[in-house]
T-cell receptor, first 113, second 119 residues
Framework: NAGVMQNPRHLVRRRGQEARLRCSPM?????VYWYRQLPEEGLKFMVY????????ESGMPKERFSAEFPKEGPSILRIQQVVRGDSAAYFC???????????FGSGTRLTVV | AQTVTQSQPEMSVQEAETVTLSCTYD???????LFWYKQPPSRQMILVIR??????QNATENRFSVNFQKAAKSFSLKISDSQLGDTAMYFC????????????????FGKGTLLTVNP
């Protein structure tokens, strides 16, 4: 049973480009969470999604950031017009029930140059 | 809102010795979960141990145990017989209990403690 799969593992984007981060939850998990880890910080909650629904996006910046979890396929975190301050590690986690039995992926490290 | 504080940015310990990592938190909730996560250089977030606030007994997992002091809002992690593979960042985290309502799915993390185990 594969764990939570995130890709790419590393992503380099120039300022102004778009970044698309993918997360495939564990089999049987329908709850997905995205967290961001800035350098020398703990993880901070961004958004919680269930299939086709955004449940809580209170941690997402109001502009340029969006997330989706379609009926088929992985969850996507999209960052438009990236800036240097977006450089961070982005982690996805999934769970079989709301807030219970979290499993994290290995993260995507985004570097904006 | 909940806050989690880890006051030790870095710690080191000799192999086979015991080390304790500190964590304090602030919440108005009466029921919640506390966690310790390990993040090795591979960056994978690995759950080390979990404590339910309504359980008075301290959780243990092999060489890892916690000292949970609910009144003091303290949740320290003790690692016994330290091994080189224990070298990692350790994060303390808080989550509201499922029955608490509200955002009972959101983990709040401290800033972490970098533990180095020396041979």
């Amino acid at each position: 049973n594969a764990g939570v799969m995130q890709n790419p593992r590393h992503l380099v984007r120039r300022r102004g480009q778009e970044a698309r981060l993918r997360c495939s939850p564990m089999k049987g998990h329908s709850h997905v969470y995205w967290y961001r880890q800035l350098p020398e910080e703990g993880l901070k909650f961004m958004v919680y999604l269930q299939k086709e629904n955004i449940i809580d996006e209170s941690g997402m910046p109001k502009e340029r950031f969006s997330a989706e979890f379609p009926k088929e396929g992985p969850s996507i975190l999209r960052i438009q017009q990236v800036v240097r301050g977006d450089s961070a590690a982005y982690f996805c986690a999934s769970s079989p029930k709301q807030g219970f039995g979290y499993t994290f992926g290995s993260g995507t490290r985004l570097t904006v140059v | 809102a909940q806050t989690v504080t880890q006051s030790q940015p870095e710690m080191s310990v000799q192999e086979a010795e015991t080390v304790t990592l500190s964590c304090t938190y602030d919440t108005s909730e009466s029921n919640y979960y506390l966690f310790w996560y390990k993040q090795p250089p591979s960056r994978q977030m690995i759950l080390v141990i979990r404590q339910e606030a309504y359980k008075q007994q301290n959780a243990t997992e092999n060489r890892f145990s916690v000292n949970f002091q609910k009144a003091a809002k303290s949740f320290s992690l003790k690692i016994s017989d330290s091994q080189l593979g224990d070298t990692a960042m350790y994060f303390c985290a808080f989550m509201k209990h499922a029955g608490s309502g509200g955002s009972n799915y959101k983990l709040t993390f401290g800033k972490g403690t970098l533990l180095t185990v020396n041979p």
